[in-house]
């Protein structure tokens, strides 16, 4: 069926119709899980995202974003084939979770700073749970393990670089944006010199770029509300009725014969549509199935990262010409990519995780129940956290600038 089928028409109309029904119908069960995404959103999206989108778009005003692109282009154009300010991107992403990835993205295409190619191929990759949610919430929150969480962090982060790497042959043929010129400056003094063009063809004043940042960060961020309050309602309302159940179901007759231990299906179902139910679902499965299968199952449903997210990602991706197909297709990739890693590297990730329980990070302890503390924890820990991996991005870009150089000769 193509979009203008007149079933498909019909079909999306006895869909909405049927929403409406199950929703009047149910109205307490709408209306607590209302609260639940309120509640999500609130305490967790809301203090872990706004601070990085609003310091992000005055960070791309004032030309830091060019300053950093110039230093790491010579990392992110071979590894990822696209251009240095993709580390920036990388960086939120990383730091701070999904969707921000997909806003800076959209961002810099809308500034010209990328192709539709390059910007396929980053949001790919880049967008991401934040550590703060893989480790604080998973693994120690679901699992009650700090080493846990060690294995969860290494196998969905060093997989969506993996598939960053795949990606980088996305689209080749299309155009690509303008590589830097080969130049006998410093790198640090080209980066100065990109920096403040950048600063001079923006030209509004800070306190006008600081007030359209704000602006910007909130539109998203009740966008992203929206999202997770009608998403909350959507799967409360599909467990009520049962639907939820009937899929579990059926995936459990088709996963039952390829090995895979039918607890599971419950968990994968929930993990369809939003990726804290579905691994919260994944760390109840009954005790007699093995830690590895269970660590496994997590890190493919973190890394699918749910439809809610992906609506989210489709949203903000509307307003270029970026399309979400590919970006469809690397989450696949990733959650099937984490479930590799987790079975080959379970014994030797499990054996270091433990020799290192001493030394773990402070941002596995439980979040502070005052919400001011809270606040407080999920920006300073995120921050701490962009910092770590900006300073890693550079470090490895000082060793690739010697072969950079050389394919510029």
């Given at each position: 069926?193509?979009?203008?089928?007149?079933?498909?028409?019909?079909?999306?109309?006895?869909?909405?119709?049927?929403?409406?029904?199950?929703?009047?119908?149910?109205?307490?069960?709408?209306?607590?899980?209302?609260?639940?995404?309120?509640?999500?959103?609130?305490?967790?999206?809301?203090?872990?995202?706004?601070?990085?989108?609003?310091?992000?778009?005055?960070?791309?005003?004032?030309?830091?974003?060019?300053?950093?692109?110039?230093?790491?282009?010579?990392?992110?154009?071979?590894?990822?084939?696209?251009?240095?300010?993709?580390?920036?991107?990388?960086?939120?992403?990383?730091?701070?979770?999904?969707?921000?990835?997909?806003?800076?993205?959209?961002?810099?295409?809308?500034?010209?700073?990328?192709?539709?190619?390059?910007?396929?191929?980053?949001?790919?990759?880049?967008?991401?749970?934040?550590?703060?949610?893989?480790?604080?919430?998973?693994?120690?929150?679901?699992?009650?393990?700090?080493?846990l969480g060690f294995v969860l962090a290494t196998t969905h982060y060093v997989s969506a670089l993996l598939i960053g790497i795949l990606f980088r042959?996305?689209?080749?043929?299309?155009?690509?944006?303008?590589?830097?010129?080969?130049?006998?400056?410093?790198?640090?003094?080209?980066?100065?010199?990109?920096?403040?063009?950048?600063?001079?063809?923006?030209?509004?004043?800070?306190?006008?770029?600081?007030?359209?940042?704000?602006?910007?960060?909130?539109?998203?961020?009740?966008?992203?509300?929206?999202?997770?309050?009608?998403?909350?309602?959507?799967?409360?309302?599909?467990?009520?009725?049962?639907?939820?159940?009937?899929?579990?179901?059926?995936?459990?007759?088709?996963?039952?014969?390829?090995?895979?231990?039918?607890?599971?299906?419950?968990?994968?179902?929930?993990?369809?549509?939003?990726?804290?139910?579905?691994?919260?679902?994944?760390?109840?499965?009954?005790?007699?199935?093995?830690?590895?299968?269970?660590?496994?199952?997590?890190?493919?449903?973190?890394?699918?990262?749910?439809?809610?997210?992906?609506?989210?990602?489709?949203?903000?991706?509307?307003?270029?010409?970026?399309?979400?197909?590919?970006?469809?297709?690397?989450?696949?990739?990733?959650?099937?990519?984490?479930?590799?890693?987790?079975?080959?590297?379970?014994?030797?990730?499990?054996?270091?995780?433990?020799?290192?329980?001493?030394?773990?990070?402070?941002?596995?302890?439980?979040?502070?129940?005052?919400?001011?503390?809270?606040?407080?924890?999920?920006?300073?820990?995120?921050?701490?956290?962009?910092?770590?991996?900006?300073?890693?991005?550079?470090?490895?870009?000082?060793?690739?600038?010697?072969?950079?150089?050389?394919?510029?000769?």
């Amino acid at each position: 069926m193509t979009r203008r089928s007149p079933i498909l028409t019909l079909l999306l109309a006895l869909l909405s119709i049927g929403l409406v029904i199950t929703l009047v119908s149910h109205p307490e069960t709408s209306f607590q899980a209302a609260l639940d995404g309120l509640k999500i959103w609130w305490e967790v999206v809301f203090p872990a995202t706004l601070p990085f989108i609003v310091v992000s778009e005055i960070l791309m005003g004032v030309g830091v974003v060019h300053f950093v692109g110039v230093l790491l282009e010579p990392l992110m154009r071979p590894l990822f084939n696209v251009p240095g300010t993709g580390g920036f991107v990388l960086t939120m992403g990383f730091s701070s979770g999904y969707p921000v990835a997909a806003k800076l993205t959209t961002r810099l295409r809308e500034s010209g700073g990328l192709t539709r190619a390059e910007g396929e191929r980053l949001v790919s990759f880049a967008t991401t749970g934040d550590p703060l949610f893989v480790i604080g919430a998973v693994a120690v929150g679901f699992f009650h393990s700090e080493q846990l969480g060690f294995v969860l962090a290494t196998t969905h982060y060093v997989s969506a670089l993996l598939i960053g790497i795949l990606f980088r042959f996305h689209a080749v043929a299309d155009p690509s944006s303008k590589k830097l010129m080969k130049n006998q400056l410093p790198l640090a003094i080209r980066a100065l010199q990109a920096m403040h063009r950048a600063r001079i063809r923006d030209g509004r004043p800070f306190g006008k770029l600081m007030g359209e940042a704000v602006h910007s960060a909130l539109q998203t961020l009740l966008m992203i509300g929206g999202f997770l309050i009608v998403f909350s309602v959507l799967i409360q309302l599909l467990q009520t009725i049962h639907v939820t159940q009937l899929l579990s179901t059926i995936l459990h007759i088709i996963l039952g014969p390829l090995g895979f231990p039918p607890a599971f299906s419950k968990a994968f179902i929930a993990g369809l549509f939003e990726v804290t139910l579905g691994a919260q679902a994944a760390s109840e499965v009954p005790s007699h199935i093995s830690l590895m299968w269970k660590t496994a199952v997590a890190s493919a449903i973190v890394s699918w990262g749910g439809l809610s997210v992906h609506a989210q990602v489709a949203s903000i991706l509307s307003q270029t010409d970026i399309r979400v197909a590919p970006y469809l297709f690397a989450r696949i990739l990733h959650a099937c990519t984490a479930v590799v890693m987790t079975f080959v590297l379970w014994n030797p990730l499990s054996q270091l995780a433990m020799s290192m329980t001493d030394t773990l990070p402070v941002f596995l302890a439980q979040r502070e129940s005052d919400p001011m503390l809270h606040w407080w924890h999920v920006f300073s820990q995120s921050g701490l956290i962009a910092l770590a991996i900006s300073l890693f991005l550079f470090l490895l870009s000082v060793v690739f600038v010697k072969g950079w150089r050389k394919s510029y000769r």
